[in-house]
């Protein structure tokens, strides 16, 4: 014969657990293991923001100090007004080419007469196409009509003949020619331009210009176009040497003493 149970077990089954887990029993499960990672590893420290400026930085400033010049620096720098002429004489066609050199030559100072019509001395220089400042102070003594007159000034593009071209300052007038004979022996030219007359008394100092451009020159005196001269076209047209020149002849009763500062002669060049 079988026992029956009543159908309540169950529910006493459940009150069971119920007391046990009052009883503070418990069942541990083991979660599902995740998959390990590195860690994230924060930074400790936190850089400052970066400010950005609200102007533009300052430049830097840099050496702008010159370096001593040099005698040939200085020599330029001396002569820097004369340019603005080389510029003029180029654009008026007195000079062929803007470019060249500058040099500064001694002074000249011939205070005793001669018996000859020219006296000379070499400034060591030698010129072609050409432009040359200077300041001439004469003393004349006897009239200056021509062909008997007395200055001062240069002979330029003196060849080993000596033959070569003389321009003279007197005191009326620029006296531009063509020497031969050991330039003893000279034929004037007449201006193509200008009347070449000039006033330079005795004793007073005048600013006085030639420029020289193949076959014609031009003479400056104190600023002003004295006289644009046409020189020859088959002869005396290259390189040669430029003098002082001292124009007197005491049998004649004339003579001169001059003094020839401040000189600059500017050699044109391609």
Not at 98 to 114: A, I, V
Request: hydrophobic share 40%; net charge negative; aromatic share 10%.
């Amino acid at each position: 014969m079988q026992t029956k149970y009543p159908y309540n077990i169950r529910a006493v089954i459940i009150a069971l657990a119920l007391m046990t887990l009052a009883c503070g029993l418990f069942v541990h499960v083991t979660p599902t293991a995740v998959p390990t990672q590195a860690p994230i590893q924060l930074p400790t420290t936190i850089a400052p923001p970066v400010i950005l400026p609200t102007s533009p930085p300052e430049p830097t400033v840099q050496n702008t100090s010159v370096p001593s010049p040099t005698a040939e620096v200085t020599a330029t720098e001396a002569t820097s007004p004369l340019m603005a002429d080389v510029k003029d004489y180029y654009q008026k066609g007195y000079l062929p080419f803007e470019n060249g050199q500058m040099h500064d030559l001694e002074d000249f100072s011939k205070k005793t007469s001669t018996i000859n019509a020219f006296d000379f001395a070499a400034t060591r220089q030698q010129s072609q196409d050409f432009a040359l400042w200077a300041d001439i102070e004469l003393k004349s003594i006897g009239l200056t009509t021509y062909p008997n007159y007395t200055g001062c000034g240069f002979a330029y593009r003196v060849q080993n003949n000596s033959d070569g071209y003389t321009a003279i300052l007197a005191n009326d007038a620029v006296r531009m020619g063509a020497c031969g004979s050991g330039l003893r022996l000279c034929t004037l030219f007449g201006t193509t331009y200008g009347t070449g007359l000039v006033d330079t008394p005795n004793q007073t100092k005048a600013q006085f210009s030639l420029a020289v451009n193949k076959d014609h020159a031009w003479v400056l005196v104190n600023g002003l176009l004295v006289g644009k001269y046409s020189l020859y076209t088959t002869k005396l047209m290259g390189m040669g040497d430029l003098y002082y020149a001292v124009a007197s002849n005491i049998n004649a009763g004339y003579a001169t003493s001059c003094k020839i500062t401040n000189v600059h002669l500017w050699e044109s060049e391609p």
